[in-house]
């Protein structure tokens, strides 16, 4: 019987040098999208898909994203004493159960790969899913992971997500082959870091999470540092293909990669447009400010 995905890992150790100096003493994941950081949405996702155990690997000046998941208690007191009960709504609402977030330290930014790896004593030995935190990824019927997770159970193995680009910018990505289908699911073939111009194996993208086998930590603790002198979780995921199947999942909606400027901006408009309280003045503003140009 297929094992349930209950665990995750959010690496969340990055210097976010793309934002700065927004970023110098406040950690990327916590820059916020309308009024939820970034991670909050991660983590919303991984609970929509049934994830009970959340993990994340932190590194030096990350201690607010702990604070983030955790009581506050004087704000909540005071909250409570204004009779603000929407506002302590929403704090309930965001903040996982007790006992069910674990903080572990990549003392070294050695990488992707390497950052997964130090979570390896809190996953244990069972399948784990894997969320970069830069994109928010907003689907049509269900979220990405939990789309991810219903393949799993017929599957097995291990799993990707993938999304298309022009083919002109296949080189730009980390790219996969693609062989027979199995329901939503096609097997993988290959896995292609930024090929060169005119030779991807097809225009699917690896999107940023993962559904993946526990044996993918012996491997990265003897993968030898690949680009940029760094651990890379592909290099490892490759090694694995020998061994276990992997199987790709076209996500069904849209993703917003807030590690770049112009993705984050785009979550923000999209993300504040759709919401009832702030749509019509919000678009009002956005119009005043295109016909200005």
């Known amino acids: 019987m297929t094992k349930k995905i209950r665990k995750a890992v959010f690496p969340v150790a990055g210097l976010g040098t793309r934002f700065l100096p927004a970023t110098k003493a406040m950690p990327k994941e916590m820059l916020t999208v309308v009024d939820k950081p970034v991670i909050q949405y991660i983590v919303d996702e991984a609970r929509e898909a049934g994830i009970e155990h959340f993990i ?30 929407a506002e302590l709504a929403i704090l309930d609402a965001q903040r996982p159960g007790a006992g069910t977030t674990s903080f572990t330290r990549q003392q070294e930014p050695l990488g992707l790969g ?26 049509r019927t ?53 090929p060169p111009k005119g030779t991807a194996p097809s225009n699917l993208f690896i999107n940023g999470r993962y559904i ?8 990265l603790e ?18 694995l293909m020998d061994e276990q199947p992997f199987w790709g999942v076209r996500f069904d909606g849209k993703t917003y990669d807030c590690g770049s400027k112009v993705g984050f901006l785009a979550a923000n408009v999209a ?11 919000f678009r009002s503003e956005i119009e005043a400010i295109l016909a200005g140009l």
């Open 222 to 239: 003897t993968q030898e540092r690949g680009a940029g002198n760094e651990v890379q979780l592909t290099d490892s995921m490759r090694t």
């Open 142 to 194: 269900k979220s990405c992971l939990a789309q991810m997770t219903d393949v799993f159970q017929e599957t097995g193995g291990n799993v990707i997500a993938v999304e298309e680009c022009a083919p002109e910018q296949a080189h730009q990505y980390g790219i996969v082959g693609v062989g027979e289908a199995k329901g939503e699911a096609f097997r993988i073939t290959s896995m292609v870091e930024k």
């Open 271 to 281: 993300y504040g447009l759709e919401r009832g309280d702030l749509r019509a003045e």
């Open 56 to 85: 994340f690997v932190t590194g030096r000046n990350k201690a607010v994203i702990e604070d983030h998941f955790d009581i506050a208690y004087e704000l909540e007191r005071t909250l409570r004493e204004r009779g603000k009960k």
């Open 212 to 219: 993946l086998q526990p044996r993918i930590f012996e491997l």
């Open 114 to 139: 390497h950052a997964v790896w130090c979570a390896r004593e809190l996953v244990g030995d069972e399948p784990f899913a894997v969320m970069l935190p830069d994109m928010i990824m907003k689907g």
